[in-house]
């Protein structure tokens, strides 16, 4: 099963930025689908982002209301990991965010039974 590694997040105060990275342990080409999950305190985990891959260099992508506009998902493959720029970051934003794969690459899904394999999570923490 893949293995999955979060890193890059941390403490900011509102309106800076952060970059997340999903890392995968070895080549994630048969996991089309990675998508960001967050989990604040006392919430449910939510899907934030997604990256499917499309033909050739093309890549679909899908974002929360929340978060459009202030965060930016990308992929490199060469590297078999998934970025997930954050801008402009606000106390809510707060959580511990999370990457899932999925062998599925009918399209990007919120529900955490559609992905295979997930990481351990990544706290970030904003102040205002």
């Known amino acids: 099963q893949l293995q999955l590694v979060e890193s890059g997040g941390g403490l900011v105060q509102s309106g800076g930025s952060l970059r997340l990275s999903c890392a995968a342990s070895?080549?994630?080409?048969?996991?089309?689908?990675v998508a960001w999950f967050r989990q604040a305190p006392g919430k449910e985990r939510q899907g934030v982002s997604c990256?499917?891959?499309?033909?050739?260099?093309?890549?679909?992508?899908n974002y929360a209301d929340g978060v459009k506009g202030r965060f930016t998902i990308s992929r490199d493959s060469t590297k078999n990991t998934v970025y997930l720029q954050m801008a402009n970051l606000k106390p809510d934003d707060t959580a511990v965010y999370y990457c899932?794969?999925?062998?599925?690459?009918?399209?990007?899904?919120?529900?955490?039974?559609?992905?295979?394999?997930w990481g351990q999570g990544t706290q970030v923490t904003v102040s205002a």
């Open positions: 070895t080549d994630s080409s048969d996991y089309p689908t």
């Open positions: 899932a794969a999925s062998r599925s690459n009918y399209g990007c899904s919120t529900l955490e039974k559609s992905y295979d394999s």
């Open positions: 990256i499917r891959k499309g033909t050739g260099a093309l890549n679909y992508v």
